[in-house]
């Protein structure tokens, strides 16, 4: 061994150490019990037993479906129409789009929430105008535009990234060879910024569809969305087995769709989180 | 169409900050309304200063965020330089794959499988209290590890590996070359992948709420308790603050961020 190799080797070692200890060992807990029951035995029930939550199923993938189709189509001419703004001007429009993302989601929604409920502004305004209230918070499109709300930068910003990235010959190119403006988006801006739209679904996607809080907040309770369900079994350690099952179907589903979706992004470019 | 872009910008903007410009205005506000502003005040400011709980878990969230993201980042350097040094290819993707596992994951599950360990440890060694600080740090420095990781590895690659060549040719020991040579180069990435571990920590919510013990409440566990049942004013006071903190941080990074930029291109030009 040549002096030295050891501290190359070795480097990596405390990470590999801590990733199998508490990234590895966890999801084999997951996985321990959610094939348990309370005694520690062997059992399919939780798994089969959660078609008790098909309807709960179904319904956040909804609201995370429709959550992030919308964030889609009003995130991509954003961030189209950010790009293509002059430098200073964009370096503004960027820092404001990642304001949102450093603030924190319960104070977001919360703020969503003050303006919604029935005792919030805009039950206020509507008041001081003479018009009946409306009840916002509590329905399925206030949830959902809490979803909207607190994860459209995360749409943002991903798409912006690649749309800034991308080669300005090749719009350019795409003119002289005849060209108009909505074939230059359809047939270049599009297919180029794919990457960037994938890693904005995952950002969007996966918080609302796993979300708790938005949905006790703005749901008022009606709603049970997977989040909700998964929180509530861990309150009581009976229920822990249960709570189990349901995070494994749900980190099953998401691992799948992500690998997926990658196999159509092929990079392993991680968007723009960082910037 | 120009027009038309600027109306939509402006528009999504307007619809993005209105409902945190609201909170803060009412912030403000005499009463304890959101509908009606009676008067300026600064009552819920000064109930919320009262507040111990509040002031004891912005202490918790501040130990947290400065203790995990340097441990995040020491484990995190020295795994990039591992894993760019690796010439196992199966191992580096192996690894490379566990470590992106808290990023794909919903946060809540890495809470929940967290928790889990946390409890079944918990029960293994027959401690009275398995949750609290310590789990809360584990949690913090996993999750905070992939970021670090992500930022610094990139940096090993770009580097030149005749300095560290150069380096070892001149006499210098592995060791030497990583921290004379080495670690300066990919110092931008050790950085940014700090200050990101760091504020990330600052911002976690729900890892926290699986792994966390009543006696041990951060900041944003704390807004969770005092939001879950009633609108709680001084809470609107509390979230400006923080919001305010956050703007203050990001205009600061970008000046010193320019900053750094126009020295490293003067340095250049001096070079060349």
Same mark, same amino acid.
């Not at chain 1, 189509?73 to 430098?87: E, M, N, Q, V």
């Not at chain 1, 979300?211 to 749901?219: A, E, H, P, R």
């Not at chain 2, 470590?99 to 599950?109: Q, S």
């Given at each position: 061994?040549?002096?030295?190799?050891? /501290?190359?080797?070795?480097?990596?070692?405390?990470?590999?150490?801590?990733?199998?200890?508490?990234?590895?060992?966890?999801?084999?807990?997951?996985?321990?019990?959610?094939?348990?029951? #309370?005694?520690? #035995?062997?059992?399919?029930?939780?798994?089969?037993?959660?078609?008790?939550?098909?309807?709960?199923?179904?319904?956040?993938?909804?609201?995370?479906?429709?959550?992030?189709?919308?964030?889609?189509?009003?995130?991509?001419?954003?961030?189209?129409?950010?790009?293509?703004?002059?430098?200073?001007?964009?370096?503004?429009?960027?820092?404001?789009?990642?304001?949102?993302?450093?603030? =924190?989601?319960?104070?977001?929604?919360?703020?969503?929430?003050?303006?919604?409920?029935?005792?919030?502004?805009?039950?206020?305004?509507?008041?001081?105008?003479?018009?009946?209230?409306?009840?916002?918070?509590?329905?399925?499109?206030?949830?959902?535009?809490?979803?909207?709300?607190?994860?459209?930068?995360?749409?943002?910003?991903?798409?912006?990234?690649?749309?800034?990235?991308?080669?300005?010959?090749?719009?350019?190119?795409?003119?002289?060879?005849?060209?108009?403006?909505?074939?230059?988006?359809?047939?270049?801006?599009?297919?180029?910024?794919?990457?960037?739209?994938?890693?904005?679904?995952?950002?969007?996607?996966?918080?609302?569809?796993?979300? /708790?809080?938005?949905?006790?907040?703005?749901?008022?309770?009606?709603?049970?969305?997977?989040?909700?369900?998964?929180?509530?079994?861990?309150?009581?350690?009976?229920?822990? =087995?249960?709570?189990?099952?349901?995070?494994?179907?749900?980190?099953?589903?998401?691992?799948?769709?992500?690998?997926?979706? =990658?196999?159509?992004?092929?990079?392993?470019?991680?968007?723009?989180?960082?910037? | 169409?120009?027009?038309?872009?600027?109306?939509?910008?402006?528009?999504?903007?307007?619809?993005?900050?209105?409902?945190?410009?609201?909170?803060? &205005?009412?912030?403000?506000?005499?009463?304890?309304?959101?509908?009606?502003?009676?008067?300026?005040?600064?009552?819920?400011?000064?109930?919320?200063?009262?507040?111990?709980?509040?002031?004891?878990?912005?202490?918790?969230?501040?130990?947290?965020?400065?203790?995990?993201?340097? !441990?995040?980042?020491?484990?995190?350097?020295?795994?990039?330089?591992?894993?760019?040094?690796?010439?196992?290819?199966?191992?580096?993707?192996?690894?490379?794959?566990?470590?992106?596992?808290?990023?794909?994951?919903?946060?809540?599950?890495?809470?929940?499988?967290?928790?889990?360990?946390?409890?079944?440890?918990?029960?293994?060694?027959?401690?009275?209290?398995?949750?609290?600080?310590?789990?809360?740090?584990?949690?913090? &420095?996993?999750?905070?590890?992939?970021?670090? !990781?992500?930022?610094?590895?990139?940096?090993?690659?770009?580097?030149?590996?005749?300095?560290?060549?150069?380096?070892?040719?001149?006499?210098?020991?592995?060791?030497?070359?990583?921290?004379?040579?080495?670690?300066?180069?990919?110092?931008?990435?050790?950085?940014?992948?700090?200050?990101?571990?760091?504020?990330?920590?600052?911002?976690?919510? &729900?890892?926290?709420?699986?792994?966390?013990?009543?006696?041990?409440?951060?900041?944003?566990?704390?807004?969770?308790?005092?939001?879950?049942?009633?609108?709680?004013?001084?809470?609107?006071?509390?979230?400006?603050?923080?919001?305010?903190?956050?703007?203050?941080?990001?205009?600061? !990074?970008?000046?010193?961020?320019?900053?750094?930029?126009?020295?490293?291109?003067?340095?250049?030009?001096?070079?060349?």
């Amino acid at each position: 061994m040549k002096p030295g190799s050891f /501290f190359k080797k070795a480097a990596a070692a405390p990470h590999i150490i801590w990733s199998v200890m508490f990234i590895v060992f966890p999801l084999l807990f997951v996985i321990y019990f959610a094939f348990t029951d #309370n005694y520690g #035995n062997f059992t399919f029930d939780n798994l089969t037993g959660l078609s008790v939550y098909t309807n709960t199923f179904i319904l956040s993938i909804g609201f995370a479906l429709i959550a992030t189709v919308v964030c889609l189509l009003i995130g991509y001419p954003l961030a189209y129409f950010i790009s293509r703004t002059d430098p200073t001007k964009q370096k503004i429009l960027v820092l404001l789009i990642m304001l949102p993302m450093w603030i =924190n989601l319960l104070i977001r929604t919360y703020s969503l929430m003050s303006l919604l409920d029935n005792g919030g502004l805009i039950n206020g305004l509507l008041q001081t105008f003479g018009l009946s209230k409306i009840k916002m918070v509590g329905t399925s499109g206030a949830v959902i535009l809490g979803m909207i709300y607190d994860f459209l930068p995360y749409m943002v910003l991903p798409i912006y990234t690649t749309m800034s990235k991308l080669d300005k010959r090749y719009i350019e190119a795409a003119y002289d060879l005849g060209c108009n403006n909505r074939q230059v988006i359809s047939k270049v801006v599009m297919p180029l910024t794919v990457p960037g739209v994938i890693s904005g679904i995952t950002m969007v996607f996966v918080p609302s569809i796993s979300t /708790f809080y938005i949905s006790q907040k703005l749901g008022g309770g009606t709603f049970d969305l997977i989040g909700d369900t998964i929180e509530r079994q861990f309150q009581n350690e009976i229920t822990y =087995n249960t709570g189990a099952a349901i995070s494994l179907i749900m980190m099953v589903l998401i691992l799948i769709s992500l690998a997926v979706m =990658n196999k159509f992004a092929d990079s392993d470019e991680e968007g723009g989180i960082i910037v | 169409m120009k027009i038309l872009s600027r109306i939509y910008i402006a528009l999504i903007f307007f619809l993005l900050f209105a409902p945190i410009i609201v909170l803060a &205005v009412f912030s403000f506000n005499t009463s304890g309304s959101t509908t009606q502003f009676a008067g300026l005040s600064f009552k819920w400011y000064a109930e919320l200063f009262r507040d111990s709980v509040a002031i004891k878990a912005l202490q918790n969230s501040l130990f947290l965020a400065v203790t995990s993201s340097l !441990i995040a980042t020491v484990i995190g350097t020295l795994a990039a330089f591992g894993i760019d040094k690796m010439r196992n290819r199966k191992l580096k993707g192996a690894i490379k794959s566990v470590t992106n596992i808290p990023m794909m994951n919903p946060d809540i599950v890495t809470g929940v499988s967290m928790m889990l360990l946390f409890v079944a440890l918990g029960s293994i060694l027959h401690l009275s209290e398995s949750l609290g600080r310590t789990s809360m740090l584990i949690a913090h &420095v996993t999750f905070n590890l992939p970021y670090v !990781i992500l930022s610094v590895l990139p940096k090993f690659k770009q580097m030149d590996p005749h300095l560290s060549e150069a380096a070892l040719d001149l006499g210098c020991t592995p060791t030497q070359t990583f921290f004379r040579v080495e670690l300066p180069s990919v110092m931008s990435g050790v950085v940014s992948g700090l200050m990101l571990a760091f504020t990330l920590s600052l911002d976690d919510f &729900v890892i926290s709420h699986f792994v966390s013990s009543p006696d041990f409440v951060t900041l944003p566990l704390y807004v969770y308790n005092q939001t879950a049942h009633e609108v709680k004013y001084s809470m609107y006071a509390l979230c400006t603050i923080i919001v305010a903190a956050v703007l203050v941080l990001l205009l600061l !990074i970008n000046f010193v961020g320019s900053d750094n930029r126009k020295k490293k291109s003067k340095r250049v030009i001096k070079e060349v």
